[in-house]
């Protein structure tokens, strides 16, 4: 993605904060733009989307008394644009002072305004306060790479360090907490776990953390590193069925968790890890 891409989002720029619900603060980036970087073109026809969760979500009622809530949006993978963190998290405040009818209200409009900026159809969840005893945290599933004993020296993604035995078949899911990459703009480290449920040629498990660990001085978003591991692996590997699943730790009160699968019918697990 060219520098002049990000030449007027919000990040990594000194920011008045607004007062008043304001759906022009949002900031889409043509996913085409990463896209165009993957190691597989053109890009798989996958199944997935972009979990986001905001922990600061407030407005006023009628009355002008505040509310909060926490809410889930769910981006397609299929829609045109992402949203740029910074500003997602200036619009979410533009409600801070705005009053709205009640919450279902405060949903519609979201809905709406994500919609429109993303190029496809964003699904929101509000969760009342009546409903934050049942959120609860839980870890990815699968058997924990982290404990494996590897020599590490290149920190810029490396497909070439992944290697598959053809001779031998599994369907295994695999997990980490070691993944790490940097935001293009700012530079600022986005820490996450990793989930890869696959069928296909066995992935030697050193290998891969190798390969996953080399992204830890790489500057890319969320998504497109996602997709981008997705890609590396489908084509390096050649598993006949595949599943990507990040979850990035909070910053500004937002997580991200994209997920990429061969399969129609994969349900990410939406619980908060713990050190979301």
Known sequence: MSDSTLLHAPLGKETQYPEHYDPSLLFPIARDAGRAHLSLQPHPAWHGADIWNAYELSWLDPKGKPQVA????CFPASSTHIIESKSFKLYLNSFNQTTMPDGDAVLARMQQD?????????????????????????????????????????????????????????????????????CPVTGQPDWGSLQIEYTGAAIDHASLLK???????????????????????????????LTVYARYTRRGGLDINPWRSTQPDFVPADARNARQ
Not at 70 to 73: D, I, K, M, T, V
Not at 152 to 176: F, M
């Open 70 to 73: 926490l809410a889930r949006f």
């Open 211 to 241: 390969y996953i660990v080399s992204y830890r001085g790489h500057n890319g978003f969320h998504e497109q590193c996602a997709e981008q591991i997705f890609c590396d692996i489908m084509r390096s590997c050649a598993p006949e069925t």
């Open 114 to 182: 994500l919609s429109a900026a993303a190029g496809g159809a964003v699904s929101v969840t509000l969760f009342a306060p009546a409903d934050f005893a049942n959120q609860t945290l839980g870890e990815l599933e699968g058997t924990l790479l982290d404990t494996l004993d590897i020599e590490v020296s290149t920190y810029a993604p490396d497909a070439g360090l992944l290697q598959a035995d053809a001779t031998q078949s599994r369907h295994e899911t695999l997990r980490t907490n070691l993944l790490k990459s940097n």
